[in-house]
């Protein structure tokens, strides 16, 4: 298998409008990345060895190339983010040729600056948008939608579309994009057309269905994207299943949960307990905790922790990382503390053993 420079033509780039540091969460400061050119990501040096005075080289098998962890950077996410959970997955070309699986792509979730605003006439992915947050508005083929919590849309490569934001209540939106021989028969099965936004039921369950997604996608490994895809699909097949039409209302404690969550999506690294998060949305600490019994199928100390192990994991990668500065940036009270949580949740130490 020949090595390929990773390649995400077809995609225009969204324009974005400068502005100061105004305003900007503290919190999210640099979690929001620009885009950068992916023509070099994803190469690989092929290795030679010399036999018998002959040069033999040894290719990446597909193993080796399904092995590249996931970046959060792609040419196509948007820097009009006050902060982000976004992977991109280098190697998708190699993967679309497989008819037994989607082609994840990329996604995460995304917390929409006041002036957010994509406007593209194509795109090369099959897309998955849900709002977990916030308000906005979707344009799908010169239709034009008002979206909030629980809305979910769809669109494809012939689908022009415009995803504008709330200034005032601005959106937190979970997006995925994938491809492949499988997805356009998949979705036309689930009837989720290309152009369509409906109102999901059971949005709590497609919430914790999309967050795993994103966490084996980050977390990576000899499964990871086995796992993610199959949670992309799970997901997909309960919006199928669960849908309403897009104008029904959502019920109130049903949003009150919605906020809670968002709460902690939004402040995992600096929340250091349930009480502390309860207190900033306003309710009790035990209504914090029913709402999560209600609507959920973690805890919501479960998904504190894993939000903060699942940065971690990433920010382990850095080739200069160490333990104890990653345990104190995550609100941990000591390296030891952390190390423990971290193997229970990984099965490994921090340090990889």
């Known amino acids: 298998m020949l090595d390929q420079t990773l390649q995400t033509g077809g995609v225009e780039r969204v324009a974005i409008t400068q502005r100061g540091d105004e305003g900007r969460d503290d919190a999210a400061e640099g979690l929001g ?11 690989r040096k092929p290795r030679v060895l010399t036999i018998l005075g002959s040069c033999l080289t040894i290719l990446d098998g597909p193993d080796m190339l399904h092995a590249m962890p996931a970046t959060d950077q792609a040419d196509y996410f948007s820097t009009q983010v006050v902060r982000t959970r976004r992977f991109f997955l280098p190697e998708w070309e190699e993967r679309q040729r497989d008819a037994g699986t989607l082609c994840l792509v990329g996604g995460g979730c995304e917390w929409c600056a006041p002036d957010f605003v994509v406007d593209r006439r194509d795109f090369p992915f099959l897309a998955f948008e849900f709002v977990s947050r916030g308000q906005g508005s979707v344009t799908l083929a010169d239709q034009k939608h008002s979206v909030e919590a629980g809305h979910a849309f769809f669109f494809d490569s012939t689908t022009p579309h415009v995803i504008r934001s709330s ?3 601005p959106m937190v939106k979970y997006f995925f994009n994938f491809t492949g021989k499988r997805a356009a ?3 036309s099965d689930l009837d989720l057309a290309p152009g369509s936004v409906l109102r999901v039921a059971d949005a709590s369950r497609v919430v914790t269905l999309m967050e795993e997604v994103i966490d084996h996608a980050l977390r990576g490994g000899r499964f990871g994207l086995r796992a993610a895809c199959a949670a992309l699909e799970h997901a997909l097949v309960l919006c199928a299943d669960s849908r309403q039409p897009a104008t029904t209302k959502i019920d109130p404690a049903y949003a009150t949960y919605l906020r809670c ?9 600096v929340l250091s307990s349930i009480e502390q998060a309860a207190k900033a949305c306003h309710v009790s600490a035990a209504y914090f905790t029913r709402l999560f019994q209600r609507y959920d199928t973690e805890t919501p100390l479960a998904c504190l922790t894993r939000l903060k192990l699942s940065q971690a994991a990433i920010k382990l990668r850095q080739p200069d990382a160490l333990v104890k500065n990653v345990a104190a940036e995550l609100g941990y009270k000591s390296a030891a503390h952390f190390s423990r949580a971290f193997k229970a949740w990984s099965g490994r130490s921090p340090r990889g053993d």
């Open 185 to 187: 028969p998949m979705m």
């Open 261 to 269: 969550r968002g709460h902690l999506l939004r402040n995992y690294p």
């Open 167 to 169: 200034s005032e209540e």
């Open 33 to 43: 990345h620009k885009c950068q050119p992916s023509s070099t990501r994803g190469q």
